[in-house]
């Protein structure tokens, strides 16, 4: 994408739900270095504002996503309300790990909120700031909206795209916190930081990250935060770093911590002109509700493995059996020598970390007694002498878990995880009822035992009949 392109662009997703979150990365190439920079969920403002602007803002809904670049005047760049105040308890008694607030606009898409200001004072007619922000502490969400003239909670116009003209004064708001466990972060970086100070120039993940399976999040925080962030100050709040600042005029109050990123590391940046804070809320921001400005934080880098990661068919030893209970994070194989082979004494299991196996130095070779001959691949059979004319296939793709074993405590698995069909799933459903809510199925099923009902109760009547007349008769 480029400024001037088309915007916005859409990108489907097929997904046919709101996904619980959309991760925009905006990749850019300098000096033969690429990097990765957020997408934020809302335009910042508009183009009638003289400073420079820019970044890609992004909406969703069921089915794609809206992607929205600079248009109109050369300034723009890629890379660069009734009630505007709420507080939300999450009720988790703690930091959640990571916080998405989704604001559900009337045309069916969806916006995010932000972690870093735009304009911060009171704008002439006709120009506007848009956007909601939001901070977390260990007991709610707080949330910002502008309630100046022409501001909106969402908005895509002016300066970002000749069809971008969506505004809106009022959104639902759908919020999300999870509290991941360590096996789900990848990497964590904490330290504080007093405006002045020099940044790390980089801040190195110790590992090659997927940029399709995790996700790059810095938060912000009061650096009082360092000390109390175990749940003990609900006053500290935590804000989310951005991809890129969108100011208003000169000298104008503005705040926030940007940050990129590549496979191995992240880049930050802080405000250095006398107006820039590392966390500002204030001005035109939640119609002067709980403002406050710092430049003394904590400032916390984490990769959180997100949705799911595979690893390939695990490998094969030569002359070994060998069992897998799938591809993905945690997923264990164990290998086995056959009889007429003895191991080395290397580990039988490998584990999945999600992209590669574990590496093992097990092996198997020709016991001392037999005279079965070795096998140059585990992808071909190996003939038994014991056994003539009995082949055995090393690649056995049967689920289980467990430890060093023997051949025959191996085939005993093999029968024990082989499951009766009378016990599937699909078996029990063919032998219940769906349980159907709907009204008109209530009623329809109402009518149909009515009506077998008043045939029961119609054929009693007529049978009831005929006995009493032949009782007269007598």
Known sequence: MTVDGTSPETIAHNLMEIPAKVDVQVKINEGGQEYIFPGFGSVPKDNDIGAEYGGVAYSYNISHVLLYVPTGKTTGRVITTDKPYLQVDHCMNNYPTFVTVQLILEDGFVSEGLGIPSMTVDHPWGKSACGTLFGVNSKSITLWAANKINDYVVCYMDGWGPNADLAFTSAD???????????????????????????????????TIDIDHHLVVVEVSDFESFQVRDATDARVRVFYGGGSANLGNPGE????????????????????????????????????????????????????QAG?????????????????????????????????????????????????WSTTSYSCSVSSTSTVPVTTSGATTATLSTTPETSINPVACIPVTTNNISLEEFNVIVEGLKISKSNTSSHKRSLTCAYDPRPSSTAIGGVGIGVICFIFVLLFIIDCTTIKKKKSDH
């Open 173 to 207: 708001v759908t919020i999300r916190a999870w509290q991941f466990t360590s096996s789900d972060v990848v990497f964590t970086s904490e330290f504080s930081f007093i405006k002045g100070d020099t940044l790390p120039g980089t801040i190195p993940f110790g590992t």
């Open 253 to 304: 109050p503005y705040g926030g911590v940007l940050f990129a990123y590549t496979q191995s590391d992240a880049l930050l940046w802080v405000p250095s002109d006398s107006s820039g804070y590392l966390i500002y809320v204030g001005g035109l921001w939640g119609e002067d509700s709980d403002h406050f400005h710092s430049n003394s934080v904590t400032i916390k880098t984490t990769v959180i």
């Open 308 to 356: 799911y990661t595979e690893c390939p068919i695990p490998p094969d030893i030569p002359n070994a059996l060998k069992l897998y209970n799938g591809t993905l994070a945690g997923s264990r194989t164990l290998y086995a020598c056959p009889p007429g082979f003895s191991s080395n004494g290397g580990s039988p299991e490998v584990v999945c970390d999600g992209l590669a």
